[in-house]
């Protein structure tokens, strides 16, 4: 399994997280901030989100891209 973690409030609506999966991201027409598909809020605003190691690589590319450095991925078992 692989964690993601997600910083939203420090989104900036760059896109490149979407771009590198599209399945998981998702930008909001609300504000303009991406949501992490599948997140749960944990405290001080993180989003975490549990998925299949099929996913490592694509997220690892959203969290290189991210403009922010908001997303951190992490192998788990
Ligand atoms: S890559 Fe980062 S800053 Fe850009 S939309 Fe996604 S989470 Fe927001």
Redesign the pocket.
């Known amino acids: 399994m692989v964690r993601i973690f ?1 910083q939203r409030n420090k ?8 771009e590198a999966n599209r399945n998981r ?1 998702r930008m909001s027409r609300k504000d303009g ?2 949501n992490l598909v599948g997140g749960k809020e944990k405290r001080g605003g993180i989003f975490i989100a549990d998925v299949e190691d099929e996913e490592y690589r694509s997220n690892l590319k ?1 969290s290189k ?4 450095k ?2 951190i991925i992490e192998k788990i078992k």
């Open positions: 997600f989104c900036i609506g760059c896109n490149a997280c979407v991201w901030k991406s959203a891209n991210c403009a922010s908001i997303i």
